[in-house]
Each structure stands twice: as C-alpha cells, then as structure tokens.
T-cell receptor, first 115, second 112 residues
Framework: GAGVSQSPSNKVTEKGKDVELRCDPI?????LYWYRQSLGQGLEFLIY????????KSGLPSDRFSAERTGGSVSTLTIQRTQQEDSAVYLC?????????????FGEGSRLTVL | QKEVEQNSGPLSVPEGAIASLNCTYS??????FFWYRQYSGKSPELIMF????GDKEDGRFTAQLNKASQYVSLLIRDSQPSDSATYLC????????????FGSGTRLSIRP
C-alpha cells in the first residue's frame, strides 16, 4: 500500500515486558514522527526524525522509551519494562519534508494494552 | 498551561448551521497552524493549514489566525452529519519548526 504502515495493530502485554512497535513510512518521505494518544486525549509528541539529522527526542516520557530509524525509512519504537500508564494508541506519521512545510500522513496506529 | 488549548466539547450544531471551533496556543513564535479531523477509531487527517494572519477558505472550511491574540479558529459552513468528528488544532514550535504540538481536540456533533 501507499500509506503509512504500522505493526502490530494491537498488542497486549504484561507489566514489565518490553515491546517493539514498527512504522513503515510513505516512500520518499524524509520526516517521521511518533505520537501517543491516550483514550479521549489529544496527540502527545514523542520523537521526530528528519533525514540523517539527529532525532528530536524531547517528547519521550522516560528513558524506558527509545526509537530508531534505520536507513532513513522504517522506524521502531521500543518501550522497556512496560507500565500500565503506557497503555495508549501509538501513532506514526510521515511527511515529505517536515510538518512546517506540509501534511503529516498518519498510520492506523498500534494499540498497546499493558495488563 | 497546555501549549495548545481547545474546548473538549462536545459541541452540538444543527445540520446546515455554522460550526465554530477555537484554539489558543502559548508559543508566541509559532509559525504554522493546522486543523486535523479525527473520526472515532481512526487516525487524524489534515483538513486545513494556515501560516498568515487572517482568513483562509477552502470549500466549506475557513481557518482564521490571529497571531497577536495567539488564537486559531475553524469555521465549518453548512455543517453535515459527516462532519461529526474530533477536530485537533496543531501548531509548530518556535524552537523547532518541524515539531508539531497537538491540542486535545474538540468533539463536534452535527444533529440532523
């Protein structure tokens, strides 16, 4: 497909386990964003990648969260030692050049439930 | 104080009327402003963006920006039931033009 692809769509895990969420952006998009949306809430910025520049990690809520983007394309968000408050929908978005210059295209999200 | 503030609603508007959605932001240096629509259980999609003070019209939608008051609004004319959704206001940070911050959204309900 031509859109942003995220996997898994749903993940249920036990408190303390590690999880990995994957995002495959639209081909050719240099900017990639991760957001978190808790039930009934807005989008919380987590991290932003732009080309080969150092990522903007200022939104990561704790050192349990990390993300990488390999080869300027696919990104993985890793949450270590998950807590119940990590339960949310994790949304990935990509953009041709970055938010200030154009639209963010969102994936369908990965719903994480921590028991 | 939240960086982007919106009334959570729900805002109920009769079909055919004008829906007015408002947003204020705290970063005086923000340069780019966006309205995203999010249907229940779906991902956000862009409906309008505005960079300059004043009004910008696109079909039934008009975005209004007042940087002096740090205020953005979205008007939806001739509201339709299909406009029922949550509307998210988003702004870029002055410290990083590509870092975009979202408000918590206003839930809009169009009643037939």
């Amino acid at each position: 497909g031509a859109g942003v692809s995220q996997s898994p769509s749903n993940k249920v895990t036990e408190k303390g386990k590690d999880v990995e969420l994957r995002c495959d952006p639209i081909s050719g998009h240099t900017a990639l964003y991760w957001y978190r949306q808790s039930l009934g809430q807005g989008l919380e910025f987590l991290i932003y990648f732009q080309g080969n520049s150092a990522p903007d990690k200022s939104g990561l809520p704790s050192d349990r969260f990390s993300a990488e983007r390999t080869g300027g394309s696919v990104s993985t968000l890793t949450i270590q030692r998950t807590q119940q408050e990590d339960s949310a929908v994790y949304l990935c978005a990509s953009s041709l050049r970055g938010a200030s210059a154009g639209e963010l295209f969102f994936g369908e999200g990965s719903r994480l439930t921590v028991l | 104080q939240k960086e982007v503030e919106q009334n959570s609603g729900p805002l109920s508007v009769p079909e055919g009327a004008i829906a007015s959605l408002n947003c204020t932001y705290s970063d005086r240096g923000s340069q780019s402003f966006f309205w995203y629509r999010q249907y229940s259980g779906k991902s956000p999609e862009l409906i309008m963006f505005i960079y300059s003070n004043g009004d910008k019209e696109d079909g039934r939608f008009t975005a209004q920006l007042n940087k002096a008051s740090q205020y953005v609004s979205l008007l939806i004319r001739d509201s339709q039931p299909s406009d029922s959704a949550t509307y998210l206001c988003a702004v870029t940070k002055s410290s990083s033009a590509s870092k975009i911050i979202f408000g918590s959204g206003t839930r809009l309900s169009i009643r037939p």
